[in-house]
């Protein structure tokens, strides 16, 4: 019977190590898609205390969690790692009991960070990486860690995640943009390598000052940039919260406040290009 090769990484932020089992080979994959954050191998921690566990099997990468029902497997690399950074992002948020955690992009405006709540496949991400090839810095393009006390969000460095293939009315410019950045891909996924003036580095915090509600449609003949009700970006921001740790009411004050302070609008686009220079217009 062979031996089990057991591991385990510390990432930077998260208290518990994540246990790695004959899966060693995902440890650069995971490196290349953090930005300037500490990644160390660390000694074996006990299994019975591991948050996070991947193990290599002969069907593929397969991931338990606390955060999971029951395992799930992945047959390509990339995609193991891509799913992984899910739990990475409620192990931060759990070593946190206070913080929100929002599905939404975030990008640094001369008027402060403003957030890009959404659902899957919005193209929020897309559009994120718009604004960083037209100068604004992402904090990020997919989850938003909001702290507890003074609602302020908190740049995770992971590197925005575009889906392939790209749509097909981007520019051939930003098409080059990309390509010179390709930090991790694969026939489903690329992640996005920005330097230091296109993304924040980790644990940077910043008060936010606005948010904008997307409605992607890809029929769209006029893009609209309007002020949205607060009551829908309440609903919006609630549906987005996946810090699910505190009181239900608790986490309601938190959205009422952050939205009282915010200014709110919602985007109607087809054009990512067209709608990032407009926010640029509006905000920077």
Known sequence: MVEERVSSLQFEGIEQPV?????????PLLKSIFRDSS????????????????????????RSSLWLEAPVLHHDPVDA????????????????????CLHSAA????????LFPSTYRSGKSTL?????????????????PVASESNVGIATALYP?????????VSEGFRNYIRQR????????????????????????????GIVLLDLKLDCEHMVLEQSARKEVIKEIILRNFARQNKALDIVERIYAIVDKADCYRLTYADPDEAAKLLIKHFH
């Open 39 to 62: 990644i160390v191998q660390v000694p074996r921690a006990p299994e019975e205390t591991a948050q996070i566990t991947l193990r290599k099997t002969d069907a593929g990468y397969e």
């Open 161 to 169: 995640r575009l889906r392939l293939p790209l749509p097909e009315s």
């Open 107 to 114: 990008a640094l405006f001369n008027q402060g960070l403003f």
């Open 182 to 209: 390709v930090a991790l891909r694969n026939d489903r996924y690329c992640y996005v390598a920005l330097d230091q003036s296109e993304q924040l580095q980790l644990g940077t915090t910043v008060p936010i000052e």
């Open 19 to 27: 246990t790695f089992i004959d899966c060693d080979e995902l440890y």
């Open 81 to 100: 790692v891509c799913d992984l950074t899910v739990d990475l992002i409620h192990a931060l948020v759990t070593d946190h009991p206070g913080y929100l």
């Open 128 to 144: 994120s990486l718009h604004l960083a090839f037209n100068g604004v810095p992402l904090f990020t393009d997919d989850a938003l």
